[in-house]
């Protein structure tokens, strides 16, 4: 199943539907500001534990989630002072955050030192999605794990579609992963290159 979405405006009724599809432990593909991500609502284990076979992936390897914007970021993660000042600064935008979870994050969305990443994509498909929702969403990207993401939402249908409940094609996209910083300790690393600018962290 396959929705056109306008990454300008929304529609309200597709957004809802999509929602909907979510809360009943649905799998979906949909665009952010870098790549389609696979999403699925971050309290649903069930819904989780099909993306990590659907990529393949390692289950030692917590995935992303989105938040709708900076106030809902500190609900799910300790953010000091100075690590709030990078993300005012960055945010929304093609930026992943590493930082310390709060015990409103799922045991297996964090790693073993009980930290996340956390993106607020300057994208208004997602962003609507988690605000309808009420709260995050997981972010991984679209394709098996180790491999290139898939940026078409023909080919993500056509790849995927039998294994997921929803692909919403909001365009072809760049097809550029997120710039990942972490923010812990109050120091500040880049642990992968991607589309957001980097050199102001360095």
């Known amino acids: 199943m396959i ?7 929304p529609q309200k009724r597709l957004i809802d539907k999509a929602v909907d599809l979510l809360k009943e432990g649905g799998v979906i593909a949909y665009p952010t500001d870098t790549i389609y991500g696979f999403g699925c609502d971050m309290y649903n284990k069930k819904a989780i534990q099909r993306i ?20 809902n970021i500190s609900l799910y993660a300790q953010v000091t002072n100075s690590a709030y000042k990078i993300m005012k600064r960055c945010l929304p935008g093609p930026y992943t955050f ?8 799922p045991k297996i969305m964090t ?23 009420g709260h995050p969403i997981i972010s991984t990207s679209v394709g098996l794990s180790g491999r290139e993401a898939l940026s078409d939402p023909s080919l993500i249908e056509e790849t995927f579609g039998s294994q997921i409940d929803l692909t919403i094609d909001g365009g072809i996209l ?3 992963p997120s710039t990942i910083i972490s923010l812990l300790n109050e120091e ?9 600018e980097f050199s102001q962290f360095l």
């Open 3 to 9: 929705f056109r979405i306008n990454p300008s405006n």
């Open 52 to 71: 990590y076979q659907i990529k393949k992936r390692d289950p030692q390897k917590p995935f992303s989630f989105i938040c709708s914007d900076l106030k």
């Open 98 to 105: 590493i930082l310390p979870g709060t015990k409103l994050v």
């Open 111 to 133: 790693t073993k030192r009980k930290t996340v990443g956390i993106r607020v994509p300057d994208n208004n498909i997602c962003l609507a999605l988690v605000r309808t929702l």
């Open 174 to 176: 760049a097809n550029q």
């Open 188 to 196: 500040v690393v880049v642990i992968r290159e991607g589309l957001g």
